[in-house]
């Protein structure tokens, strides 16, 4: 049971356009939510998160909107980069839940073209 | 700040063998994490520990088990290995009460 899906396998995108990652969950008691990027054979890196008391958060060139209702999140990036290049996954918590637990969508790869 | 580390980075053993992975986490974070990396399952979520208890854990058999230290230094321990724990094995740690976790290297583990 996927408790949390990101539907695009993969985007490409020109360099210097907005990059549009799509992340949608199941689990109602998600509560904090975050995006990280990922190169072969090294560890996630945290980019952005957002907090279920807000439907959007900035950071430079990304922010990520939350949709309660439809329980869906997304990651804008813009402009994009031809370093952006990379494996981009959400991730979901229960804030309330004992512990620190992340589940994971299965990961979007991005391609930027200069 | 330096990040998290995780000792060794690569590693390859033998089937029925056991394995321990070690993460060093961030200075002051006392919660760490593990997830389990592969290209059928993804990123799963193994266990998590805070001041030395562990406060979660994820649907692995119980060959997988973990542990963490005074400091904070947490170890994960394979035994009697099969092919299909082949993976990229992660180390995340974070502030007690935040949930942004902050990922290591990975250790990557071949099992033949």
């Known amino acids: 049971d996927q408790q949390v899906k990101q539907n695009s396998p993969s985007l490409s995108v020109q360099e210097g356009r907005i990059s549009i990652l799509n992340c949608d969950y199941t689990n109602s008691m998600f509560d904090y939510f975050l995006w990280y990027k990922k190169y072969p054979a090294e560890g996630p890196t945290f980019l952005i998160s957002i907090s279920s008391i807000k439907d959007k958060n900035e950071d430079g060139r990304f922010t990520v909107f939350l949709n309660k209702s439809a329980k869906h999140l997304s990651l804008h990036i813009v402009p994009s980069q031809p370093g952006d290049s990379a494996v981009y996954f959400c991730a979901a918590s229960a804030v309330q839940a004992a512990g620190n637990k992340l589940t994971f969508g299965g990961g979007t790869r991005v391609l930027v073209k200069p | 700040k330096a990040g998290v580390t995780q000792t060794p980075r690569y590693l390859i053993k033998t089937r029925g063998q056991q394995v321990t992975l070690s993460c060093s986490p961030i200075s002051g974070h006392r919660s760490v994490s593990w997830y389990q990396q592969t290209p059928g399952q993804g990123l799963q979520f193994l266990f998590e520990y805070f001041s030395e208890t562990q406060r979660n854990k994820g649907n692995f058999p119980g060959r997988f088990s973990g542990r963490q230290f005074s400091n904070s230094r947490s170890e994960m321990n394979v035994s009697t290995l099969e092919l299909g724990d082949s993976a990229l094995y992660l180390c995340?740690?974070?502030?007690?009460?935040?949930?942004?976790?902050?990922f290591g290297p990975g250790t990557r583990l071949t099992v033949l």
């Open positions: 995340a740690s974070s502030l007690y009460g935040t949930d942004t976790q902050y």
